[in-house]
């Protein structure tokens, strides 16, 4: 008895040091990432940061550090692949929950595992050399190098954690819903349209929000493709830079203790609050939508 209870008392200990650890880890970071920009913010302020229309930070005139053409680069890109990768992956993971044939469950399951492990610059690849000749043709453009094409492949990239989770999500219903929806007489899509989809809009919700969490963190794909010009785009046709796109490329180049080094440090706590106000946000709407479940 005593040895079971230490056995528990391990494995509890285990899992709450893990938890910790995550913690930690995260506070470790976001304390690297203020510490480095903190001169910066000194310097030249996060106002500027947030509102100047042009980075250049080797300006005749004295640099530039502003983040707007790349913020909104980035919301673009993502928006973009979000209103692509939604819909799509809600479908399949409706499909693959109530509607597939085992065996199609069992083709089709793995297959998207597998595209979920696909090395980003793989897809990178593949948006330059397919992609960006058909969007070039399509649209009458010298090249399709931008933010549409940066939209379709993070669509592409988010579609496995979407359907995942959606098809977790519609999975995890109680099996008394569906009966008695079709009871009433409706039929196998009147009852996933209008019963079991509301019912799983908790974890619908969650997989939208990581989706979009996995789209905002992407880099290689997207410095691939989108044409890498840090102007302001106006339409999904115009070449853009997102925020991790512009720290690859100068944080390797850039002299260390300069205020160039420190203002990518803080274009990375942008980032970094970004990506944190999304999971939060997407943790609230689950906690929120199972309250009013229960």
């Known amino acids: 008895m005593n040895y079971r209870r230490l056995k528990e008392r391990a494995i509890g200990l285990y899992f709450a040091g893990n938890g910790v650890a995550v913690i930690i880890f995260l506070l470790a970071i976001l304390g690297l ?3 480095n920009s903190w ?6 302020g996060p106002l500027k940061l947030l509102t100047d229309n042009q980075w250049n930070p080797t300006s005749y005139f004295g640099p530039i550090f502003g983040i707007r053409p790349m913020l909104v680069s980035t919301l673009m890109v993502t928006g973009g692949a979000l209103a692509l ?29 597998i595209l979920a492990g696909i090395p980003s610059v793989v897809i990178g690849f593949f948006g330059l050399v397919v992609l960006n000749p058909i969007i070039a043709r399509v649209f009458n453009l010298s090249n399709g190098l931008n933010i549409l094409n940066g939209s379709i492949l993070l669509a592409i990239m988010a579609l496995p954690t979407i359907i995942s989770l959606t098809e977790d999500a519609i999975t995890a219903m109680p099996k008394n819903f569906e ?4 009871a009433l007489g409706a039929t196998s899509w009147q009852t996933l349209w209008r019963v079991i989809l509301p019912a799983a809009k908790s974890g619908i919700a969650a997989a939208f929000m990581l989706g979009m969490g996995r789209a905002i963190g992407e880099t290689m794909t997207v410095l691939m493709v989108m044409g890498n010009v840090l102007s302001l ?14 720290i690859a490329i ?6 260390f203790n300069t205020t160039h080094y420190y203002a990518l440090f803080a274009v990375g706590l942008v980032l970094f609050i970004m990506t944190f106000l999304v999971n ?12 009013v479940e229960k």
Not at 39 to 44: C, H, I
């Open 33 to 35: 990432l203020w510490q």
């Open 39 to 44: 001169p910066f913010f000194k310097e030249v």
């Open 85 to 113: 990768a939604f819909p799509i992956g809600v479908a399949c993971a409706a499909y693959l929950g109530k509607m597939a044939f085992s065996w199609e469950r069992e083709i089709l399951k793995p297959l998207v595992e």
């Open 179 to 182: 009966d008695a929806s079709l």
């Open 280 to 291: 939060l946000t997407s943790d609230i709407i689950l906690n929120r939508f199972q309250g």
């Open 250 to 255: 100068e944080l390797g180049e850039v002299p």
């Open 233 to 246: 785009p106006t339409s999904f046709l115009d070449p853009g830079m997102t925020m991790t796109a512009v």
